[in-house]
C-alpha cells in the first residue's frame, strides 16, 4: 500500500514537472477570429494560414526553441464577443502575441485593454484609431489606396472608359477606399458619374447598378467583399448592360471565378501575387508564393490561398522579430517587429519600421481576370 | 401579446427568503471579484443586461406588451454617452443621466403613435424603431463614426475619481444592477404596479376598472427605455469602445433568451436569466466549433422543462411545499 502510494506521489511529481517545462517551452498566440458571421470567410482563412505557418516554423525548431501553440476563439464577428475572447487569452490562456482576424470592431474595442498587457497584436484589419494603441499594433492589410489605383491604373491604360461609378458597403475598410476613390479619380483621368451604397447581404442592386448606368457611367468599381461581388454581375447582366465593366475588390477566389462565370473578361479584379501563381516570374516574390503554398496545397487543394497566405506571411515576420529580438517577450518583440528589413512574403512585401505599422507599402496587387475555368493576369 | 399566462405569480415568501436572491448575486459577484479579468468580463456583461432586461421586463412582463426595439435606446445611450464624454469631456455619470433623459422624451415621441398598435403590429414597429437606430449608427458616420465605431470612452466614475480597473467597475455594476432590480420591485408592487398588471392580464378589463390603458402603457415603455439606455451607456463605459454590432438584432435576440429562460414578468428573472445566458458559452467554450450547438441544445432544455423561466420554479417548489404540507 505505502509503495503504491510512492507511485502515484512519483508519477504526479513527474507530471507535474513535465507539465511546467512544456509550458516553458511554448510559445502561445492568440487569435480573435469571427468563424461565424459577416467576417466568417477571411477569418477561417487567416486561422488557417495561422496554423500551416505554425506547423511550418514549429518543424524548423519553433521561436527561439519554443513550439508555437495558436490559440483560436471565435468572437463570432460581434466586439462584445471579441473582448471576452480576448480577456480569456490574456487571463487563462497567458499569450504573448496576438494574431488576430479582421474583425475591424472586435479588435479595437480589445486595444485598449491589450496594450495595457503590453502584448504585441498583429492584426488582419486595419489599424485602432487612437495612437497610444497604434504602438502596440501592427496591421497586415494592404492599404486601401492601392486596391484603388490598380484598378484606376487598369481603366486609364487599357479601356477608353473615362466615367465610372463607385458601389460601396460601409464598413470601415471600404469607407477609406471609397474617399480615396474620390480622391485619386483626377489623377488617373477619370470621373465619378455616381456613387451607390449596399450592405453585405442585399439580394438585389439593379437600382444601384442602374442608376450608375443612367449617370453614364461605363464601369462599376465595386469596394467591399463577399457574395454580393457575384450578385453585382448578375444584376449587369439582367439589366443587358453589354459593355459595362465589374472591377471588384480583393477577395476569396471562388467569389471571382462565379462573378467570371457571369460576365466573363468583363468581369477583373484586384489580386495579390499568390491569388495568381502560375504567371508569376521567377524571384523573391515567386519564392515565397512556392514556399506557402508547399505547406498550403497538400492541405487545402481547392481553397483560395489570399487572405492565408497574409496570415502565414504574418507568423514569418514574427519569426523574424523574435529572431531580432532573441527574446519572446511583448514589448521586445514589439520593438523588434520595427526592425524586421523589408520582407518579400507570398502576399506582398512588408516593410515595418517604428513610423509605419501598416507593413505593405508597395503596391502588390495585379488586375486579374476569369478564363477557361481560372484565374489569370489581365493583360 | 404576452398573455396573463406568462405572468408568473411568485410566492411573498418571507423577509430572508426575499433576500436570498440578493445574497445570491452577491455571491456571484464575490466568485468574479477573487477570479480572472476574463470572468469579471464575463460577468460584467451579465449585470448590464440584467438592467437592459429588467427594463424589458417591465414592458414585456408586468405590462405584457412586445418590444423588439429596445435596442434602440441602449443605442441612444451608448452612443450618447460616447459623443458626450469623449468628445466634450462630460463625467461619465452625468452623461449617463443626461442620454436616460434623451432615450425618455424618444421613447414618448416613439410611443405616443406606436403604442396604440396592440399584439403584431406593435411587435413590428418596434422592431422596425430597433432597424431605424440601427441603420442610423451604420449611416450617420459624422456622428457616430459609422462601423469605425467610438474609441477612448472613459470608465464610469464621478467627480473626478474613475473606477480604471474591471473589478471596480464589476462593483459599481452590480450595485446599479440591483438598484434597479429594487426599483423594478417597489414599482411591481405600487398602484401603477397593479395597472400594469391588469393590462397583462386584459386590457378590456383594465379599462372596465378605470385604467388609463393607452397612458400606463406609455409610462411602461418609457421605463423600459429609461433602463435600457443605461445599459448602453454603461457598456460603453464598461469597454471604452462602441460600434453599431453592439447594438443590432443579436441584442435584442440574447435580450430575449435571457428574459424568456429567466422568467418574464418575475422580479429576478432578468438577473437569472441574465447571468445564465452571459456564463453558459464560457463554461461551454472547452467545446470549440459544437460551443453553439451544446449552448442552444441547453437553452432549449431548459425552456422545454421550465416554461415559466428558472425563476418560475421558485412559484412550482413553493406548490409542492404547500401539497406536502396539506397531505400531512
Known amino acids: ?379 | 401579446m404576452t398573455s396573463h399566462a406568462t405572468i408568473s405569480i411568485e410566492p411573498a415568501g418571507i423577509r430572508w427568503q426575499a433576500m436570498l436572491p440578493v445574497v445570491a448575486v452577491v455571491v456571484v459577484a464575490g466568485f468574479g471579484l477573487l477570479s480572472s479579468d476574463y470572468v469579471v468580463t464575463v460577468l460584467g456583461f451579465a449585470f448590464i443586461y440584467t438592467i437592459f432586461c429588467t427594463g424589458l421586463n417591465f414592458f414585456m412582463g408586468y405590462t405584457g406588451q412586445a418590444s423588439f426595439g429596445q435596442s434602440a435606446f441602449a443605442a441612444i445611450g451608448g452612443y450618447g454617452s460616447a459623443i458626450l464624454c469623449a468628445d466634450y469631456g462630460w463625467e461619465p455619470l452625468l452623461a449617463l443621466f443626461a442620454t436616460m433623459a434623451l432615450s425618455g422624451v424618444a421613447a414618448v415621441i416613439v410611443g405616443f403613435p406606436t403604442l396604440r398598435l396592440r399584439g403584431h403590429y406593435l411587435a413590428m414597429a418596434t422592431f422596425a424603431l430597433g432597424l431605424i437606430v440601427y441603420e442610423v449608427t451604420i449611416e450617420w458616420t459624422g456622428l457616430t463614426q459609422g462601423y469605425m465605431g467610438y474609441s477612448g470612452i472613459p470608465p464610469l466614475g464621478i467627480a473626478g475619481y474613475e473606477l480604471v480597473t474591471v473589478k471596480q467597475q464589476l462593483v459599481a455594476l452590480v450595485v446599479l444592477a440591483l438598484f434597479g432590480v429594487a426599483v423594478a420591485a417597489r414599482l411591481r408592487q405600487s398602484r401603477f404596479g397593479r395597472a400594469l398588471a391588469s393590462i397583462a392580464g386584459s386590457e378590456s378589463a383594465a379599462l372596465a376598472l378605470g385604467v388609463d390603458i393607452a397612458r400606463y402603457k406609455l409610462v411602461a415603455f418609457v421605463i423600459a427605455a429609461l433602463y435600457a439606455s443605461a445599459a448602453g451607456s454603461l457598456f460603453a463605459h464598461f469597454i471604452g469602445f462602441i460600434s453599431p454590432e453592439v447594438f443590432g438584432v443579436t441584442m435584442v435576440v440574447q435580450s430575449f433568451a435571457m428574459l424568456y429562460l429567466g422568467g418574464i414578468g418575475t422580479m429576478w428573472g432578468p438577473t437569472i436569466g441574465a447571468i445564465i445566458v452571459s456564463v453558459l458559452p464560457e463554461a461551454l467554450r472547452g467545446l470549440k466549433e459544437m460551443q453553439d450547438i451544446g449552448y442552444t441544445a441547453i437553452l432549449i432544455f431548459i425552456l422545454i422543462f421550465a416554461p415559466r423561466g428558472l425563476a418560475g420554479l421558485s412559484a412550482l417548489f413553493g406548490r409542492v411545499r404547500g401539497r406536502v404540507k396539506e397531505a400531512a
Open chain 1, 1 to 379: 500500500m505505502h509503495k503504491r502510494r510512492m507511485l502515484i506521489c512519483a508519477t504526479m511529481a513527474v507530471f507535474a514537472f513535465s507539465g511546467k517545462v512544456s509550458a516553458e517551452e511554448v510559445f502561445k498566440i492568440g487569435s480573435s477570429v469571427g468563424l461565424t458571421g459577416y467576417a466568417a470567410v477571411v477569418d477561417r482563412a487567416w486561422r488557417d494560414g495561422l496554423a500551416v505557418a505554425a506547423e511550418a516554423l514549429n518543424e524548423k525548431g519553433g521561436l527561439l526553441g519554443k513550439k508555437i501553440q495558436v490559440i483560436t476563439e471565435d468572437n463570432h464577428s460581434q466586439p462584445q464577443d471579441a473582448v471576452v475572447g480576448y480577456r480569456k487569452m490574456i487571463s487563462s490562456d497567458e499569450v504573448m502575441l496576438f494574431n488576430s482576424g479582421c474583425v475591424s470592431a472586435g479588435n479595437f474595442a480589445a486595444a485598449s485593454f491589450v496594450m495595457q498587457a503590453k502584448l504585441p497584436m498583429y492584426l488582419c484589419s486595419i489599424l485602432p484609431q487612437r495612437e497610444n494603441e497604434q504602438v502596440w499594433a501592427f496591421s497586415f492589410l494592404a492599404p486601401p489606396k492601392f486596391e484603388i489605383e490598380s484598378r484606376y491604373r487598369y481603366l486609364k491604360e487599357k479601356t477608353g472608359i473615362r466615367k465610372i461609378g463607385l458601389l460601396y458597403d460601409p464598413t470601415p475598410y471600404a469607407l477609406m477606399m471609397k474617399g480615396l476613390g474620390e480622391e485619386l479619380a483626377k489623377d488617373f483621368g477619370l470621373e465619378i458619374v455616381a456613387q451607390e451604397t449596399y450592405k453585405a447581404d442585399d439580394a438585389d442592386m439593379t437600382v444601384q447598378i442602374g442608376r450608375i448606368n443612367a449617370a453614364g457611367g461605363g464601369a462599376v468599381v465595386k469596394i467591399g467583399q463577399g457574395g454580393s461581388t457575384v450578385t453585382a454581375a448578375k444584376n449587369i447582366k439582367q439589366l443587358g448592360l453589354d459593355k459595362m465593366l465589374l472591377l471588384s475588390s480583393n477577395d476569396d477566389g471562388s467569389i471571382f471565378s462565379q462573378a467570371g462565370e457571369v460576365l466573363g473578361d468583363r468581369f477583373l479584379f484586384v489580386a495579390p501575387p499568390v491569388q495568381l501563381p502560375k504567371q508569376l516570374q521567377p524571384g523573391p516574390s515567386k519564392d515565397a508564393v512556392d514556399a506557402f503554398l508547399k505547406y498550403w496545397k497538400p492541405k487545402y487543394p481547392d481553397r483560395d490561398p489570399a487572405n492565408s497566405a497574409r496570415a502565414w506571411d504574418s507568423m514569418m515576420v514574427l519569426a523574424k522579430a523574435v529572431e531580432i529580438a532573441s527574446s519572446t517577450e511583448g514589448k521586445a518583440i514589439r520593438d523588434a517587429t520595427e526592425k524586421v528589413p523589408a520582407y518579400t512574403g507570398a502576399y506582398a512585401t512588408f516593410n515595418f519600421s517604428d513610423k509605419q505599422h501598416v507593413g505593405i507599402t508597395e503596391n502588390p496587387f495585379l488586375i486579374g481576370k476569369f478564363a477557361n475555368g481560372e484565374l489569370v493576369i489581365a493583360e
